[in-house]
């Protein structure tokens, strides 16, 4: 069998690897031949991939980064009387989901399975939209808002992320960031629609209205995303189990997804709170509720400008710095008072934050030693741990502004997890180079 013929046979869907891979075999080519061989790295099928996996971080990920226009509206409005941590836990409970649903999907998306499961979650992220906009008390909101939602949500994220990596190998830093920008968009374009829409109709007419349009957005956006994602590589031959506790006697892997962890502590404080902060500090709180949306839009510097360094210089070696200046512009923001300085720290927080969601999978493929067919399972373990992370990290930021009265603690909490987070980058990168300089 000719170069051709195994470059047409790479680009073929998922429902045909099993039959080319026995004929590979009948046909008498050498054992050593393997569909990873041959990565497209572009062209139109892979392109399309990554359209539709954007379309799906965009109505996911996208989605939830909105999640501070629901909480200044439930505190202020629709859950007025209830302490704003409280509120927190359905945010924290929805940006947990979007990654713990890693462990078992993972393990079945290794195991072939993608488009049922995210033309389910599909189905799922719609109607739980829907009915958020029904919900009347906190614990409907809860589930509805925090578990439907953040659990269909991760399904299609973790697809997502599953996904990149068949397609690309050279220029999968960039696919990655493509992929990434769908959140930017969605943490962009989302909190305008709900702000315009909701923000002056205190009516639960409106709230429902409002919510029926934003599901019927996301199901544009799913309706690309389930057109053209796709596998390209077969399944593995065995079903194997969901957890292989085997991946963390790596100590590379075991400190990469610490690091994540105890990132997300942190990472998310800033976007949550950085509009009610503004509105403290006495800025108007119409030009306030902006600087959610202008920290979303400058991420996208962040992700494309990563992803082009992490393809030539290393996924950590773009990180390292972007995380850092994060963690330094998180102990910065509850100090600032004037406008232009609060747009300066969203603009800069946003690229820098960026830069670590976008590249945060890239790792992980290279940790596994080139065996693409285990990425669902090594992506799915580390999503898993760094969930709880995000699930912690809003409340308790939360618990302490109650206490302190103002956010300057919270910036010094969330600011430590962050740097903690580098230090651990670091000793990783260190590891898998051994030496000082390199590409990691």
Not at 255 to 268: K, N
Not at 424 to 436: D, E, G, N, P, S
């Amino acid at each position: 069998m000719n170069r051709t013929a195994s470059t047409l046979i790479a680009f073929s869907d998922s429902s045909r690897s099993d039959l080319a891979d026995e004929n590979f075999k009948s046909e008498g080519e050498p054992p050593h031949f393997s569909f990873e061989d041959e990565y497209p790295d572009g062209g139109l099928r892979a392109w399309l991939v990554v359209l539709g996996v954007t379309c799906g971080v965009c109505a996911t990920f996208g989605f939830i980064n909105a999640w501070g226009v629901f909480q200044a509206y439930y505190t202020e409005f629709y859950l007025r009387g209830t302490d704003p941590s409280t509120i927190a836990w359905i945010g924290s409970v929805q940006y947990a989901l979007v990654f713990m649903p890693g462990l078992a999907f993972g393990r079945l998306f290794d195991m072939g399975h993608l488009r049922v499961p995210v033309l389910m979650a599909s189905v799922v992220l719609v109607v739980s939209t829907i009915l958020t906009g029904q919900c009347t008390k906190f614990w409907h909101l809860l589930l509805c808002q925090g578990f439907a939602v953040g659990l269909s949500s991760g399904t299609i994220f973790t697809a997502a992320f599953g996904t990149v990596p068949h397609w690309f190998k050279k220029r999968l830093g960039i696919a990655f960031a493509f992929m990434a920008i769908g959140s930017s968009i969605g943490g962009t374009v989302f909190p305008i629609i709900l702000k315009n829409l909701i923000a002056h109709q205190r009516s639960l007419l409106y709230f429902q209205w409002t919510m029926r349009f934003t599901a019927l957005i996301l199901l544009g956006f799913l309706i690309v995303c389930n057109l053209t994602i796709a596998r390209r590589l077969p399944p593995r031959p065995t079903s194997g189990p969901f957890i292989d506790l085997r991946e963390f006697k790596s100590p590379a892997f075991s400190l990469y997804t610490l690091s994540a962890f105890t990132a997300f502590l942190g990472l998310y404080t800033c976007l949550t709170y950085i509009d009610i902060s503004a509105v403290l500090a006495g800025i108007d709180p119409d030009f306030a509720f902006y600087l959610l949306s202008i920290a979303n839009a400058s991420s996208v510097i962040g992700r494309l400008g990563s992803g082009i360094i992490a393809d030539r210089k290393g996924p950590l070696n773009a990180m390292i710095p972007g995380t850092l200046i994060a963690g330094v512009m998180t102990y910065i923001w509850p100090f600032v008072t004037s406008k232009g300085a609060f747009v300066a720290v969203a603009v800069i927080y946003g690229i820098s934050s960026g830069i670590f969601i976008s590249l945060m999978g890239q790792p992980i493929v290279r940790m596994g030693d080139g065996n693409i067919k285990d990425i669902g399972m090594r992506c799915g373990m580390a999503s898993t741990v760094l969930s709880f992370g995000a699930l912690a990290g809003p409340p308790i930021s939360g618990a302490i502004q109650n206490a302190t009265g103002d956010f300057k603690g919270v910036g010094i909490y969330a600011g430590t997890c962050i740097m903690m987070s580098v230090l651990l980058l670091v000793i990783t990168r260190q590891i898998m180079l051994r030496k000082v300089v390199g590409n990691a």
